[in-house]
């Protein structure tokens, strides 16, 4: 059974800087493609940022270009994402999600179950 | 950056009705175009990936095509089960892109 558990999220001020992990377990982690993909408060989705199954390729949201970055541990079945010079409008529930393909970014057979960053003085 | 706007934004329907959500893409995306289905609180659920094809275990009343940059997205008949947001995502290019989303209600 696919799963993605998500962890590092909280309240941090503006301009703070928070990492993000997923936990992936029951398929093989190297061979796909994740990617975060964030939704604020009652609003609709927004794709953030995308690694391919090597880590090789990555890709980013004009948003965040610049402050986030993303990163996987394949020993460690982890796929992480660096969040800095945080702004309110970072304020979400992040999504980790595993991509179909190895090389990515294009669609999500599987979610985890989100964790809140709330960035607020 | 690829735009897709989907309409309507809402839509109330009754039970056994045939519903259907339009996205329109800014360019030409292939059939690059993706629909899933968010529950209150819950995290995405992919129901169709290129356009038309319908994701395992998902059920058949639930159907996607294309028309050039136009795509729709149906469901035959309408079950209380099916309340819900839906969205559309293409990614015939970096970044990615979702439609505003659909809110369905009873």
Redesign the interface.
Known sequence: EVQLLESGGGLEQPGGSLRLSCAASGFTFTSFAM?W?RQAPGK????VS?ISGSGAGT????SVKGRFTISRDNSKNTLYLQMSSLRADDTAVY?CAKD?SVVG?????Y????TLVTVSS | ?IQMTQSPSSLSASVGDRVTITCQASQHINN?L?W?Q?KAGK????LI?DASNL?IGVPSRFSGSRSGTDFTFTISSLQPEDIATY?C?Q?DN????????TKVEI
């Open positions: 990617s993909v609709g989705l927004e794709w995308g890709y980013f949201a004009d999504y179909r970014p294009d669609y999500f057979d979610w985890g179950q989100g | 950056d690059y993706n899933y968010q995290a995405p659920k992919l990936h994701e969205y995502q990614y970096v970044p990615l892109t979702f439609g505003g989303g």
